[in-house]
């Protein structure tokens, strides 16, 4: 009312001094200005507007002014905990400006009493969610404060607690808006206790798999950044245990969700808390290879490897270099070692740099590397005797005659019946 009557003096004044043509651009502009659209005329709709995008500039203006200043200040400190904050509640800080400005708007122009009202309580739930909004990420700071817990319950279960605590914040922050919204938060969660129970039903993996999630981190069985081996599930290192799934990187760079209870029901190897890594070869030499030769390689191998520091010695590790074994075609030495390291590259080195010491002295001990293989050995004999027929007795030669005589007698008997 006040804007009201402080513009019609303006405009009486204004008559009274002012020429004609621009009494009537005047004239002209003040009937556009007090027509409207939505309850609102296009002066406050106008006025609305200008405020607002004047709020947005003075945003920016104070997100490179304020906002980097405390930014600064809060580098200039030792303890990273208020520099963690402030980048935390920097982002909630560039709509206060925002805020602000739709408030005065609202304040200059008469929209009702019952808009009014709304716009009010519009106003409010804004604040509000930025105050739990800035409070939820403002929680990532406390991360420093927990520090002292990530050797007792591990980073993950610090990690939980803080996700946690968000998102009841957050929930607590739609509450308050659903209250001054004259929405009653009470029955609504009793009706939603009820609903809870149906949708537990129908979403058991989902608590299954948060339950595992709980044991994994309890039971410490695997970290963030460790070598994880599950058979038939995954392998490679862990990078983030979630509420539902935990994220395994493969060696191949590929991400892999893996549901919790899977990894919760598997048998998972933890290869990063390996106390030392070992080198387990089976290697054969040939049979021509004479005892000494044999003694010389097992005494110059097992020296090579106590003689070298990045091997672990006996009782802190096994170490042995024996004759093992018979094969078929090679007689085989067992050789069974740990190193200090557990790096992967380095192991590898050290293996590399084992391999070619183990030839070297096969090489020196005369005798060589056995493969597969099968010997025929032939025996010359004398030519073996052709087999003949045994000579013929007088007996049998006489025996026969009868035998042919008395054929041809029955022969020719049964020749004089017919005739």
Do not use: C
Not at 351 to 377: D, L, N
């Amino acid at each position: 009312m006040e804007n009201n009557m402080q513009l019609q003096q303006v405009a009486a004044w204004f008559d009274q001094n002012a020429p004609q043509w621009a009494r009537d651009a005047w004239a002209y502009l003040s009937s556009i200005w007090y027509e409207g659209a939505y309850g609102l005329t296009y002066g406050q709709i106008i006025t609305i507007v200008g405020i607002v995008l004047f709020s947005l500039v003075i945003r920016g203006l104070f997100a490179r002014t304020f906002v980097r200043w405390i930014t600064r200040l809060a580098a200039g400190t030792k303890t990273q905990l208020d520099d963690v904050l402030v980048k935390a509640i920097a982002t909630p800080l560039k709509i206060v400006p925002v805020i602000i400005g739709i408030y005065i708007a609202l304040q200059m122009v008469d929209i009702g009493e019952s808009a009014e009202v709304y716009a009010n309580r519009i106003i409010q739930s804004v604040v509000t969610l930025a105050v739990f909004w800035t409070l939820a990420r403002a929680v990532n700071a406390f991360e420093y404060v927990f520090t002292s817990l990530k050797d007792t319950l591990s980073s993950s279960v610090v990690d939980w607690m803080v996700k946690a605590l968000q998102i009841i914040l957050m929930i607590l922050g739609v509450g308050a808006v659903a209250e001054q919204w004259g929405i009653a938060i009470a029955p609504l969660i009793a009706g939603l206790g009820v609903f809870g129970i149906a949708v537990g039903l129908g979403a058991q993996d989902l608590f299954k798999n948060l339950i595992s999630g709980l044991l994994i981190i309890s039971e410490k069985r695997f970290v963030p950044g460790e070598w994880i081996l599950a058979e038939g599930v995954v392998e490679g290192t862990v990078e983030k245990i979630n509420f539902r799934s935990t994220l395994v990187r493969r060696f191949d760079k590929s991400p892999v969700y893996v549901p919790n209870s899977a990894l919760s029901d598997a048998a998972v190897t933890n290869f990063s808390r390996m106390t030392h890594r070992r080198i387990k070869w089976v290697i054969g030499v040939e049979y021509r290879t004479t005892v000494d030769q044999l003694k010389f390689i097992r005494d110059e191998i097992e020296a090579w490897l106590w003689n070298d520091d990045r091997f672990a010695k006996p009782p802190e590790a096994a170490l042995f270099v024996r004759i093992d074994n018979f094969n078929a075609s090679s007689i085989d030495y067992l050789i069974y070692a740990f190193t200090h390291t557990k790096d992967w590259g380095e192991w590898l080195a050290i293996k590399e740099e084992f391999a070619v010491a183990v030839m070297e002295i096969i090489e020196k001990a005369g005798t060589g590397f056995a493969f597969p293989s099968q010997t025929i050995y032939l025996q010359e004999t004398d030519p073996p005797e052709i087999m003949a027929p045994p000579a013929r007795s007088e007996g049998f030669e006489r025996a026969r005659q009868k035998i042919e005589h008395a054929t041809r007698r029955k022969g020719y008997g049964e020749a004089e019946d017919d005739g």
